[in-house]
């Protein structure tokens, strides 16, 4: 050990933090692999991951990971959260989180899941037609797993979904409607995408990703809006149609700018 500490101390005082810890390991791998193997797994042992909805309806994550995991975490995440355009806003640290979540949300959309309950998981947001079209808030619409939600919100989540439409029995009395808070169905549609398969394929044929000006998300991070929304009797076709990705489909509805073709370039709007 005695050459080893001798190196070691002379290289303490010129080495980075970073360039310290690999000859560190480097020398600790020569003398004690046991050591090391032992250390790993004890890493590796106490990995830990909480999210954890607060009070408020937002969400913490907190955990630990070891060497390997949490590289790898962070290798896909840096993958994801480079700058989207000349005219970023986000920071790195909003960057990073919009990943995670854009992680997320494709690995539910394009993974190998098990079904729950006979069905792949998801999100469900529950809105009456008449919210999701005005946008007045006639009956809150509900995330399943967060609660109330704002209609445009429900109206972003729903222009690229699977659909369910059910029919409940008129209340028949504005009393009894008022004082009971579950509807009773009569009937229940068969669940079909918003977006049928082969309108997708031509919409990313026709956009090759977000049509945001100066973003460069690829087709499968997109989500086919509806410029004028289905709820409202907009058609889905290509002509109604913009890709956008999970972050400027919410700048298009829950920050008011408007999106659409003209002449095959987008054209986009600030909110008035
Ligand atoms: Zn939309
Ligand atoms: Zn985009």
Same mark, same amino acid.
């Given at each position: 050990?005695? %050459?080893?500490?001798?190196?070691?101390?002379?290289?303490?005082?010129?080495?980075?933090?970073?360039?310290?810890? @690999?000859?560190?390991?480097?020398?600790?791998?020569?003398?004690? %692999?046991?050591?090391?193997?032992?250390?790993?797994?004890?890493?590796?042992?106490?990995?830990?991951?909480? !999210?954890?909805?607060?009070?408020?309806?937002?969400?913490?994550?907190?955990?630990?990971? #070891? +060497?390997?995991?949490?590289?790898?975490?962070? @290798?896909?995440?840096?993958?994801?959260?480079?700058?989207?355009?000349?005219?970023?806003?986000?920071?790195?640290?909003?960057?990073?989180?919009?990943?995670?979540?854009?992680? +997320?949300?494709?690995?539910?959309?394009?993974?190998?899941?098990?079904?729950?309950?006979?069905?792949? %998981?998801?999100?469900?947001?529950?809105?009456?037609?008449?919210?999701?079209?005005?946008?007045?808030? /006639?009956?809150?619409?509900?995330?399943?797993?967060?609660? *109330?939600?704002?209609?445009?919100? /429900?109206?972003?989540?729903? !222009?690229?979904?699977?659909?369910?439409?059910?029919?409940?029995?008129? *209340?028949?009395?504005?009393?009894?409607?008022?004082?009971? @808070?579950?509807?009773?169905?009569?009937?229940?549609?068969?669940?079909?995408?918003?977006?049928?398969?082969?309108?997708?394929? =031509?919409?990313?044929?026709? #956009?090759?990703? !977000?049509?945001?000006?100066?973003?460069?998300?690829?087709?499968?991070?997109?989500?086919?809006?509806?410029?004028?929304?289905? +709820?409202?009797?907009? *058609?889905?076709?290509?002509?109604?149609?913009?890709?956008? !990705?999970?972050?400027?489909?919410? @700048?298009?509805?829950?920050?008011?700018?408007?999106?659409?073709? +003209?002449?095959? =370039?987008?054209?986009?709007?600030?909110? *008035?």
């Amino acid at each position: 050990m005695q %050459p080893f500490e001798h190196i070691l101390v002379g290289a303490a005082e010129t080495l980075e933090p970073r360039q310290m810890r @690999t000859l560190t390991q480097a020398t600790r791998l020569r003398l004690d %692999p046991d050591g090391v193997l032992a250390d790993d797994n004890h890493a590796h042992a106490r990995r830990w991951l909480d !999210c954890d909805e607060t009070y408020g309806g937002v969400f913490v994550l907190r955990g630990e990971f #070891d +060497a390997e995991g949490g590289a790898l975490l962070k @290798t896909a995440i840096d993958a994801l959260s480079h700058e989207m355009s000349r005219g970023e806003v986000r920071s790195a640290s909003q960057r990073r989180a919009d990943a995670l979540v854009d992680m +997320a949300a494709t690995q539910l959309r394009c993974g190998d899941h098990r079904d729950v309950h006979g069905q792949r %998981p998801h999100l469900t947001v529950t809105v009456s037609a008449e919210t999701l079209r005005s946008g007045v808030d /006639a009956q809150p619409a509900e995330l399943s797993g967060v609660g *109330p939600i704002h209609p445009e919100t /429900a109206r972003r989540i729903a !222009c690229d979904a699977v659909r369910t439409v059910v029919t409940v029995a008129a *209340p028949a009395d504005a009393a009894v409607s008022m004082a009971s @808070t579950s509807a009773v169905p009569l009937s229940v549609g068969r669940a079909t995408r918003t977006i049928p398969a082969h309108i997708r394929t =031509a919409l990313h044929l026709r #956009d090759q990703g !977000c049509r945001f000006p100066g973003c460069d998300r690829p087709p499968a991070w997109t989500d086919g809006h509806h410029i004028i929304h289905w +709820a409202d009797g907009g *058609p889905t076709e290509l002509e109604n149609l913009v890709s956008l !990705c999970r972050r400027h489909h919410r @700048t298009v509805h829950e920050q008011g700018w408007r999106i659409h073709i +003209a002449d095959g =370039a987008a054209v986009v709007e600030p909110p *008035p």
